[in-house]
C-alpha cells in the first residue's frame, strides 16, 4: 500500500507532467473502483487545464481551472503511469481503468489491479468538508502539526501510541511502515499507552515523524529522475528501513543482543527494539 512519501513522489512526478495542460480526452474503462466513478467524471474534466497538483493525506488533489477537484486514491495497489506523447504505446495494460490524455498527446494512465483506489470530483470551496476531509488531522510536515497539537490529540487516549498515530483524526496519511520507523527513531515503544508519552518524548516523536517522512521523500526524489527515462512509471520506490521489515535483524542503533522485535497490534506488524524504546 502506498504511504504518503510514495503519494507524494507521485504528486512531484504528476506535477511535472500535468501542471498547466489541459486534459483533452478521459476514458473511464471500468467505473466500479472503490467508490463508482460518477457518470460525469469524464464530461466535467475534458477540456480543464489543471492548475496544480496538491496532496491531503494520502489522497492527491488536481485542481482543474474551473474550481473542481478531481480526488485521486491509490487504495491498495494504484499506480500512475505517465506516457509521453512520443513513447505512447498501444498496448493496453489489463489493470488500466482511467486514462488521461494532454492536449499535447501525452497520457496519464490509472492502473489499479485490485480496485481498492479511487477517482472522485469535488469543488475547491468545498474541499475541507468533503467526507474524506472533514475529520482529518493535521498534515505530519505541515506548520500545523507539532508537539502541542500532537499532546492535544493524544492525552486522553488509553491506547498504544502506535494506534493513535494509525488514527487519521489524530495526523494525516502516517501509515504502518513510519509509524514503526518514527517510534524507533524517537525511542518510544509502540506498546506505551499515547496518555502515558511524556511531553518532551512528544516533541521528539514529531521531529522523528518529519525526519522519517523527509527521507523516504528524497529517496523518492531520487528514483522519481527515473521515471521520466523508464516507461514513466510512478508507484513504489524501494527504500531502506532500520526496523520495518527486519525481524530478528540486528538493531542499526543500538547494540542490544536482541535485535528488531516483531509483535502483532490490531493485526498490523509492529517491529521495533524492545532495549532502545521504552
Ligand atoms: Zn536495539
Given at each position: 500500500?502506498?504511504?504518503?512519501?510514495?503519494?507524494e513522489?507521485?504528486?512531484?512526478g504528476?506535477?511535472?507532467?500535468?501542471?498547466?495542460?489541459?486534459?483533452?480526452?478521459?476514458?473511464?474503462?471500468?467505473?466500479?473502483?472503490?467508490?463508482p466513478?460518477?457518470?460525469?467524471?469524464?464530461?466535467?474534466?475534458?477540456?480543464?487545464?489543471?492548475e496544480?497538483?496538491?496532496?491531503?493525506g494520502?489522497?492527491?488533489?488536481?485542481?482543474?481551472?474551473?474550481?473542481?477537484?478531481?480526488?485521486?486514491?491509490?487504495?491498495?495497489?494504484?499506480?500512475?503511469i505517465?506516457?509521453?506523447?512520443?513513447?505512447?504505446?498501444?498496448?493496453?495494460?489489463?489493470?488500466?481503468?482511467v486514462v488521461f490524455?494532454l492536449?499535447?498527446?501525452?497520457?496519464?494512465?490509472?492502473?489499479?489491479?485490485?480496485?481498492?483506489?479511487?477517482?472522485?470530483?469535488?469543488?475547491?470551496?468545498?474541499?475541507?468538508?468533503?467526507?474524506?476531509?472533514?475529520?482529518?488531522?493535521?498534515?505530519?510536515?505541515?506548520?500545523?502539526?507539532?508537539?502541542?497539537?500532537?499532546?492535544?490529540?493524544?492525552?486522553?487516549?488509553?491506547?498504544?501510541?502506535?494506534?493513535?498515530?494509525?488514527d487519521?483524526?489524530?495526523?494525516?496519511?502516517?501509515?504502518?511502515?513510519?509509524?514503526?520507523?518514527?517510534?524507533?527513531?524517537?525511542?518510544?515503544?509502540?506498546?506505551?499507552l499515547a496518555?502515558n508519552?511524556?511531553?518532551?518524548?512528544?516533541?521528539?516523536?514529531?521531529?522523528?515523524?518529519?525526519?522519517?517522512?523527509?527521507?523516504?521523500i528524497?529517496?523518492?526524489?531520487?528514483?522519481?529522475?527515473?521515471?521520466?527515462?523508464?516507461?514513466?512509471?510512478?508507484g513504489?520506490?524501494?527504500?531502506?528501513?532500520a526496523?520495518?521489515?527486519?525481524?530478528g535483524?540486528?538493531c542499526p542503533?543500538?547494540?542490544?543482543s536482541?535485535g528488531?522485535?516483531?509483535?502483532v497490534?490490531?493485526?498490523?506488524?509492529?517491529?521495533?527494539?524492545?532495549?532502545?524504546?521504552?
Amino acid at each position: 500500500m502506498p504511504e504518503l512519501p510514495e503519494v507524494e513522489t507521485i504528486r512531484r512526478g504528476l506535477k511535472i507532467a500535468l501542471e498547466g495542460r489541459r486534459i483533452a480526452c478521459v476514458e473511464v474503462r471500468r467505473r466500479d473502483l472503490r467508490i463508482p466513478v460518477p457518470d460525469d467524471f469524464e464530461s466535467k474534466i475534458e477540456g480543464r487545464v489543471v492548475e496544480s497538483l496538491t496532496r491531503r493525506g494520502k489522497y492527491l488533489l488536481v485542481n482543474l481551472d474551473d474550481g473542481r477537484v478531481v480526488i485521486v486514491h491509490l487504495g491498495m495497489s494504484g499506480r500512475m503511469i505517465i506516457e509521453p506523447a512520443s513513447l505512447r504505446s498501444n498496448v493496453e495494460g489489463l489493470h488500466e481503468h482511467v486514462v488521461f490524455e494532454l492536449e499535447d498527446g501525452a497520457r496519464i494512465r490509472f492502473s489499479d489491479p485490485r480496485r481498492f483506489g479511487l477517482m472522485a470530483l469535488t469543488d475547491r470551496d468545498s474541499i475541507d468538508t468533503h467526507p474524506f476531509f472533514l475529520d482529518m488531522g493535521p498534515e505530519p510536515l505541515s506548520e500545523a502539526f507539532d508537539g502541542a497539537s500532537l499532546h492535544a490529540a493524544i492525552r486522553t487516549k488509553r491506547t498504544p501510541i502506535k494506534s493513535a498515530l494509525l488514527d487519521q483524526h489524530v495526523v494525516a496519511g502516517l501509515g504502518n511502515i513510519y509509524v514503526c520507523e518514527a517510534l524507533y527513531r524517537a525511542g518510544i515503544s509502540p506498546r506505551r499507552l499515547a496518555v502515558n508519552v511524556s511531553r518532551p518524548r512528544i516533541d521528539r516523536l514529531v521531529e522523528a515523524i518529519r525526519e522519517v517522512l523527509l527521507e523516504a521523500i528524497e529517496a523518492g526524489g531520487s528514483t522519481l529522475k527515473d521515471y521520466t527515462r523508464a516507461d514513466g512509471e510512478l508507484g513504489y520506490f524501494q527504500h531502506r528501513f532500520a526496523v520495518y521489515d527486519r525481524a530478528g535483524e540486528p538493531c542499526p542503533e543500538c547494540d542490544c543482543s536482541v535485535g528488531v522485535a516483531h509483535i502483532v497490534q490490531s493485526n498490523r506488524s509492529t517491529y521495533f527494539c524492545a532495549k532502545r524504546q521504552r
